[in-house]
């Protein structure tokens, strides 16, 4: 099992920044991708980013691509998402998701394991 805790969502002005933790614990030594999924009001979950554990490699949604950064610290178990510019759109229930391979790493599915969310507001 591995639970995932997320935190950092809240209100913010169109263009400014928030930072999102995904804290990992229990069995993460079985963790290939940790991901990054939002679900706003009305619309289905989308795929945000994803990161590697092990290289760091990463994967961004169109939407988000150049406003986004995934990263990890592998020593604190925990990945971050930095997110700026964000707009309205962007405002949704953001979740971290763990998998243990990585094969199709943008469908939620995928994902065996899931935070409880946090709210991202980001008002006009």
Do not use: H
């Not at 289905?44 to 995934?70: H, N």
């Not at 998701?97 to 899931?114: D, E, K, L, P, V």
């Amino acid at each position: 099992q591995v639970q995932l805790v997320e935190s950092g969502g809240g209100l913010v002005q169109a263009g400014g920044s928030l930072r999102l933790s995904c804290a990992a614990s229990g069995r993460t030594s079985s963790t290939a991708v940790v991901g990054w999924f939002r679900q706003a009001p009305g619309k289905e979950r989308e795929f945000v980013a994803a990161i590697r554990w092990s290289g760091g490699s990463t994967d961004y949604a169109d939407s988000v691509k150049g406003r986004f950064t995934i990263s990890r610290d592998n020593a604190k178990n925990t990945v971050y998402l930095q997110m700026n510019s964000l707009t309205p759109e962007d405002t949704a229930v953001y979740y971290c998701a763990a998998a243990n391979s990585y094969y199709n790493i943008r469908y939620s599915g995928q994902y065996s394991y899931r935070g409880q969310g946090t709210q991202v507001t980001v008002s006009s």
